[in-house]
């Protein structure tokens, strides 16, 4: 189950009923099921705080994953910086729900096994991604 929740800013994700069917979609495209998974939204401070706590970092991020996933069913808790989203979106010069769903494409990305941290990584991540967004836009509109 896909679960929207307001952290300490509303999330403000559009067309909830085609976002979850889409998700779902991308996890069965990479031979998964999807379990529990949580959307979070936060300002970009609060995502510092857990990206200081929990990873060790002292940088701005637009998510941090936590994965409860199991064998092939996805789970987990993705929690994102709307701020960063929206900030992201502004400086691509695209609507802030397209920069949205890149981010929750992400986040899923990593808990079906995609990494990012090499160069390779990143590109096939970034591929990845693109192949979620055009499942969205040919599958899942609403």
């Known amino acids: 189950m896909v679960v929207f929740v307001d952290g300490d800013v509303p999330c403000r994700v559009e067309g909830r009923r085609s976002v979850k069917s889409w998700l779902r979609a ?14 979070v ?20 991020t637009d998510i941090i994953t936590f994965d409860h996933s199991e064998a092939t069913q996805l789970s987990g808790d993705l929690l994102i910086s709307f701020e960063r989203v929206l900030e ?4 691509q ?6 920069e949205l769903r890149r ?5 899923l990305l990593h808990l079906a096994g995609f990494k990012d941290k090499t160069p390779a990584d990143a590109a096939a991540m970034r591929q990845a991604e693109d192949h979620a967004l055009a499942l969205f836009h ?3 509109r609403a």
């Open 103 to 107: 981010v929750m494409a992400h986040g």
């Open 41 to 60: 939204s936060c300002s970009d401070e609060e995502l510092l705080t857990y990206n200081r706590k929990y990873l060790d970092h002292d940088t701005y």
């Open 93 to 98: 010069g695209i609507v802030f729900q397209e």
């Open 26 to 39: 991308v996890a069965e495209h990479h031979g998964c099921t999807l379990g529990d998974l949580s959307i």
């Open 138 to 140: 040919v599958e899942h």
């Open 88 to 91: 992201n979106a502004e400086n």
